[in-house]
């Protein structure tokens, strides 16, 4: 991989400026481009925000299943991972304009673990942050009544809104609550109803960035791992020119494209989990401890005018 | 004499009522226990058939919360970290379908069978 990225650098007419500023960034990290569903390497990161910065695109960062509260041996220090999860995006060259987290903030949606994450995430010096609901975050009584409380106040429903920045179009869904007996995850048809309402009279060439926690593909059925009622939600979204989903849940980065819709999955800040097939369950993976900061991170998410697809790096929290 | 036999007797009631309890409801107690564990997102054994009056204790066993219900709301665990155990008596007859309404692919059955 590091081989193809630096082949694509060296046949790249690049200059000297952004050259410099790649190889500052040499070793952190890769910057993926999806085409026709096969990811590829393109460019060392800090390239992305680089052109960001310059290109009058929307550059934010995503956060996802940070899960503070867990503790067990897949990582004791659950909210020291996030710190420098934080710590990594604080670094970062160029400020995101925001950040996103995409559900699971908490392991068992208790106060106290939603006070911490609160206090931890508080050290941004990016902001807002934009949150919706894993299925750790809607354990309350009342599913999610915590949870909305301190990440999504004003929001419909279990928690779902939308908001405008930069040009594009963000929806923030919830796929987490009143779950069904052998099911995946589930929007229903309230919040797919208030989604067609939503889009309704937006233009196509609008950029629409979607957020869910759980995949809005099915990526292994057996393990849960997608939404019963996704496709509607897509059928109204395959009019627009470019649309870049935004999930969470799996704790490993899976990309996939079908037509100008991207799926991305993002690592998690707490704990990796196995690919499917690959392991007896998704539970925790325990990994060696100096592996695991490479397979927690974070990403950024930069959107270009007059481009379909989203460019997103990965930022695992430690470079093999 | 006749005060002490009546003593004794009531005596030897006292102590005889708490001992015949305790055997029968310990034999009860080993006969209408049913474990299920939850391992690897999975509930096992996934299907059993108990007689009524049958309590079922869930363990969780994986590093990941949990959540039993019933499909039709007639029970509803706590969430269950690792280790938590819930436990539900069935009085009546019936199939009970079940899943975690964390991970809803888990699906389980308890039949309970008249005695």
Avoid at chain 2, 31 to 39: K, L, T
Wanted: proline fraction near 6%; charge should be negative; charged fraction near 15%.
């Amino acid at each position: 991989m590091g081989k193809d990225s630096l082949g694509d650098i060296a046949s790249s007419p690049l200059d000297r400026r952004s050259l410099l500023k790649c190889m500052a960034w040499a070793g952190t990290g890769v910057l993926w481009s999806v085409v026709g569903g096969v990811p590829r390497a393109s460019g060392l990161i800090g390239s992305a925000e680089a052109a960001a910065a310059t290109a009058g695109g929307l550059y934010f960062v995503q956060i996802s299943d940070s899960h503070i509260g867990f503790a067990k041996e897949a990582n004791p220090d659950s909210a020291g991972t996030l710190q420098a999860a934080i710590g990594k995006i604080n670094a970062l060259p160029v400020q995101p304009e925001f950040v996103i987290h995409t559900g699971d903030v908490s392991h068992l949606s208790k106060p106290a673990e939603f006070d911490l994450a609160q206090q931890l995430l508080g050290e941004l010096t990016a902001g807002p942050i934009h949150f919706i609901p894993g299925e750790h975050d809607v354990l309350d009584d009342t599913p999610g009544a915590l949870f909305r409380d301190r990440f999504a106040r004003g929001s419909l429903g279990d928690g779902w809104y939308s908001f405008d920045q930069g040009g594009v179009h963000f929806v923030a869904l919830v796929n987490v609550t009143n779950l069904q007996a052998g099911g995946l995850g589930n929007l229903g048809a309230t919040q797919l109803a208030w989604l067609k309402d939503d889009l309704q009279g937006r233009g196509a060439s609008t950029p629409i960035v979607v957020l869910a926690h759980m995949p809005l593909w099915t990526i292994s059925a057996e393990w849960g791992w997608g939404t019963s009622d996704a496709e509607q939600a897509l059928g109204h979204l395959r009019r627009f020119g470019s649309v870049t989903v935004l999930n969470g849940h799996i704790h490993q980065v899976m990309q996939k494209v079908e037509g100008n819709i991207s799926f991305h999955t993002a690592m998690s800040t707490a704990f990796p989990q196995p690919t499917p097939g690959m392991a007896p369950s998704p539970g925790p993976m325990k990994v060696p401890a100096d592996q695991l900061r490479r397979l927690l991170g974070v990403a950024s998410v930069d959107i270009r005018p007059g481009e379909p697809m989203a460019r997103r790096v990965e930022m695992p929290l430690a470079s093999s | 004499m006749t005060r002490f036999c009546l003593r004794g007797v009531s005596l030897a009631v006292v102590l005889m009522v708490p001992v015949v309890e305790f055997s029968l409801s310990a034999s009860a107690r080993a006969a209408d226990i049913m474990e299920v564990h939850v391992d690897n997102f999975t509930f096992s054994p996934q299907a059993i058939t108990v007689p009524k009056g049958t309590t079922v204790v869930w363990i969780n066993r994986d590093d990941t919360p949990h959540r039993i219900v019933a499909v039709k709301n007639q029970f509803k665990s706590p969430v269950l970290d690792t280790d938590e155990t819930f436990r539900w008596t069935f009085a009546e007859p019936g199939t009970y379908a079940y899943f975690c309404s964390m991970h809803p692919h888990m699906t389980g059955t308890v039949t309970v069978a008249a005695k």
